[in-house]
């Protein structure tokens, strides 16, 4: 998120966030790889004062197998410092169907 996110999501209270990307690859990519790289990612969190936390999860996928990452995340301010946490876990499953 950026670091105006606050701004952009109205502030205070809860927000949410929902994303689809595309993959790079051309259509016509050999080896069944042109959707490589396609996927998605939700985001909800909660700003309250100096208080704000979130919580996310996205799955990328790939021929040679899909990524899912997922993360909880919160900080607080205290003016003079800003204290932050971070759990981040990525996995990766097994090939696609079809491929």
Same mark, same amino acid.
């Given at each position: 998120?950026?670091?105006? %996110?606050? #701004?952009?999501?109205?502030?205070?209270?809860?927000?949410?966030?929902?994303?689809?990307?595309?993959?790079?690859?051309?259509?016509?990519?050999?080896?069944?790889?042109?959707?490589?790289?396609?996927?998605?990612?939700?985001?909800?969190?909660?700003?309250?004062? #100096?208080?704000?936390?979130?919580?996310?999860?996205?799955?990328?996928?790939?021929?040679?197998?899909?990524?899912?990452?997922?993360?909880? %995340?919160?900080?607080?301010?205290?003016?003079?410092?800003?204290?932050? #946490?971070?759990? #981040?876990?990525?996995?990766?499953?097994?090939?696609?169907?079809?491929?």
């Amino acid at each position: 998120m950026p670091a105006d %996110a606050p #701004a952009i999501l109205g502030a205070a209270g809860p927000n949410f966030v929902a994303m689809y990307f595309l993959g790079e690859n051309a259509s016509n990519a050999a080896g069944g790889t042109s959707t490589d790289g396609r996927g998605y990612s939700l985001r909800a969190g909660y700003i309250a004062g #100096a208080l704000d936390l979130g919580i996310s999860s996205g799955l990328t996928t790939f021929a040679a197998g899909n990524v899912r990452q997922t993360n909880v %995340a919160g900080s607080y301010d205290f003016n003079v410092v800003k204290l932050m #946490a971070l759990y #981040a876990r990525d996995t990766v499953s097994g090939r696609r169907r079809g491929s």
